[in-house]
């Protein structure tokens, strides 16, 4: 492991730079990224980690990135990884930590699953700040005249616990404290960490965090966090929270674990100004992007390049055996399985995910993440079919080999991101978030259309009557299909999306469609990781997977 000394000078940072936050990792000042950013720093080449359509159990997307970084490292390029921070709700639910596994690490594992350098506390009290002063507000006379009819602000949590989903506030002893209706979002679901991962400095920070819509008027006019004079403390809060937490893999390659809005939520990337720190500092910046092409491909490309004004210059598309066969019919228990039928027919998914590169204008690399399982006909199966595509297969074994095992992963992003290419996003600036949202599920999910509620309608009415129907769509869907219904494997056609209701972020600065039933504030599975977790006489904390 690099001492901060070492990873300074290995992101060609001046010694002191980094704020400790630990004897392994540091932040980074907003004013250091900015300076090498707006001064004119040499920017690296981008690759874009995402994903075929995962299982519930994650298809190895860190374990390849980190990998990816580390293969490059090993033959003397420098590589940059940009990852989200964990959410303790998946780190204790079904899917556990989120930094890796076996030689694939990001370090100090324990302490970036458990919270870190406190970034999503900040997250979760800066948002839950902002329902307070609201219900102040109203308490002392409530002068702006809000509604009480209408629900704005979620409060955020970082744990799963489906019973918070809806809630009744007030209601108590005291009569200026009517009961209302209220519900809570996990903490990475919560609009203030989109904020927080899309914001170039303090001054934007403060801004989009005023900009956050808090209700309505009686009139139906908009009141923003700005008229409760709430954005100054929520900067506060938010203060350290924002500067790039600096970190390393196993094997010492830096890495910049910042932020985390979820993927089938928010946007599902790395902080900005990570990634701005990641492209000025190395040859390589490795962004890791939540769940699949048309989630986190298609909004790393439409929401999150726009701010940063440059493109994906190369893409790896990450493929396990175990989601061809789910994709290809074969049950949860049965995937663990050789199947190469059912494999054979789940590259039907791998297809549309290949074209939603294409239409997105990105040259890809598909890495095929091994598990100990994998049968040599279902690999040749897959070879064959991307053979058919023009696409390449490489393997990745990152996992059991560390670096080592994506050494030839690394030839390859390097081969294609020398291209020349570069992203773009599936519309141009100023279509209106139904148009945007018709092209998402017509090019990239294969259906045949949308149709909205009749109350997403009259939320879209009243957003273009505020003012608040410009910039990108974010869609909140499951990851499990191509489509808006996780029973809908493969490669559907022709469905007709429904578009269940619109929530304008203003302060993120888009707007949030929801298709289908989505859960912002997840519940814990019969046996939750948590069950396994545990700390040893000499404070050693164990079974954190």
Not at 139 to 149: A, E, I, K, M, T
């Amino acid at each position: 492991m690099k001492s901060l000394g070492e990873l300074e000078e290995a992101l060609g940072l001046g010694p002191g730079t980094l704020r400790p936050a630990g004897a392994d990792s540091g932040k980074v000042p907003v004013a250091t990224v900015r300076r090498l950013v707006d001064g004119g720093a040499r920017r690296g080449k981008l690759v874009l980690v995402t994903a075929m359509t995962p299982t519930r159990h994650g298809e190895g997307k860190t374990v390849t990135a980190i990998g990816l970084a580390d293969g490059m490292a090993a033959e003397g390029h420098g590589a940059t990884l940009c990852l989200r921070q964990p959410s303790l709700g998946p780190v204790f639910g079904i899917k556990g930590g989120a930094t890796g596994g076996g030689r694939a690490t990001v370090e100090p594992s324990v302490r970036i699953n458990l919270g870190f350098t406190g970034d999503f506390h900040a997250v979760a009290d800066a948002s839950n700040l902002l329902c307070a002063l609201v219900e102040n507000h109203r308490y002392h006379g409530n002068p702006l005249g809000l509604r009480r009819d209408r629900e704005f602000l979620p409060r955020a949590l970082d744990v799963e616990d489906r019973a918070l989903r809806r809630v009744t506030t007030g209601g108590g002893l005291d009569p200026k404290l009517p009961a209302a209706p209220g519900s809570f979002v996990i903490t990475a679901a919560s609009e203030v960490m989109a904020i927080l991962a899309l914001a170039r400095d303090y001054p934007d920070l403060k801004a989009r965090l005023g900009r956050i819509l808090v209700g309505l008027r009686e009139d139906g006019t908009a009141v923003r966090a700005s008229a409760l004079r709430a954005e100054g403390a929520l900067t506060a809060i938010l203060r350290d929270a924002l500067e790039p937490n600096v970190t390393q893999t196993a094997e010492g390659t830096p890495a910049i674990v910042h932020a985390g809005p979820f993927g089938n939520v928010a946007h599902g990337t790395a902080s900005r100004l990570a990634i701005e720190l990641g492209l000025a500092t190395s040859e390589y910046c490795l962004v890791e992007a939540g769940f699949s092409t048309e989630l986190g491909a298609e909004k790393f490309v439409d929401i999150v390049t726009p701010e940063l004004g440059v493109g994906v210059d190369a893409g790896v598309l990450v493929v396990t055996l175990r989601a061809l066969r789910v994709q290809g019919g074969a049950s949860d228990s049965a995937s663990a399985r050789p199947d190469t039928a059912a494999t054979e027919r789940g590259c039907a998914n791998l297809e549309q995910h290949l074209d939603n590169l294409a239409t997105l204008g990105i040259a890809a690399v598909v890495a095929l993440n091994r598990f100990p399982g994998d049968s040599p006909e279902e690999i040749a199966a897959v070879r064959a079919f991307c053979r058919s595509r023009g696409a390449e297969v490489v393997e990745s074994r990152a996992f059991e080999n560390g670096g080592a095992g994506a050494v030839d992963l690394a030839r390859a992003v390097r081969a294609v991101a020398a291209l020349g290419r570069r992203s773009r996003p599936l519309l141009p600036p100023g279509a209106g978030p139904a148009e945007q949202l018709r092209a998402i599920v017509t090019r990239l999910y294969g259906g045949a259309g949308i149709a909205a509620s009749a109350a997403a309608e009259e939320e879209l009415a009243e957003m273009v009557r505020l003012g608040e129907s410009q910039g990108p769509v974010c869609v909140a869907k499951t990851p499990l299909s191509l489509s808006h219904d996780p029973n809908l494997l493969g490669r559907p056609r022709g469905f007709v999306a429904p578009v269940k209701r619109y929530t304008r972020w203003a302060g993120a600065g888009f707007t949030v469609a929801y298709l289908g039933p989505v859960t912002t504030m997840p519940g814990l599975p019969a046996h939750p990781s948590s069950e396994r977790i545990d700390v040893e006489a000499d404070g050693t904390i164990v079974g954190l997977l």
